[in-house]
């Protein structure tokens, strides 16, 4: 079984940036994926960014250029840089592994980008 815990959720106004934060409670290395979804107040969660171990970074087309996903394996935390927010980017954002077959969710951690 795996844990997930985000932090690093906040306020930003647009243009601004935020670094989400993920630790997880077994060693990244075998985990086969991570990734950061984000879901809307009305809307389904969607992608945002995953890693795969044999291919490394992919990024949805709305976030790329802007995000960057990244690893501390000797932490065992994986990071979301999160350059120039646009409005449209305020979700909570959710931390997922995918460890021996099984999906693994993290509770959240909310973005609120406001003028």
């Known amino acids: 079984q795996v844990q997930l815990v985000e932090s690093g959720g906040g306020l930003v106004q647009p243009g601004g940036s935020l670094r989400l934060s993920c630790a997880a409670s077994?060693?990244?290395?075998?985990?086969?994926?991570m990734g950061w979804y984000r879901q809307a107040p009305g809307k389904e969660r969607e992608l945002v960014a995953v890693?795969?171990?044999?291919?490394?970074?992919h990024y949805a087309d709305s976030v790329k250029g802007r995000f960057t996903f990244s690893r501390d394996n000797a932490k065992n935390t994986v990071y979301l840089q999160m350059n120039t927010l646009k409005p449209e980017d305020a979700a909570v954002y959710y931390c997922?592994?995918?460890?021996?077959?099984?999906?693994?969710w993290g509770k959240g951690t909310l973005v609120t980008v406001f003028a």
């Open positions: 997922n592994a995918v460890y021996n077959g099984m999906n693994y």
């Open positions: 077994v060693n990244i290395f075998s985990i086969f994926a």
């Open positions: 890693f795969y171990s044999d291919s490394g970074p």
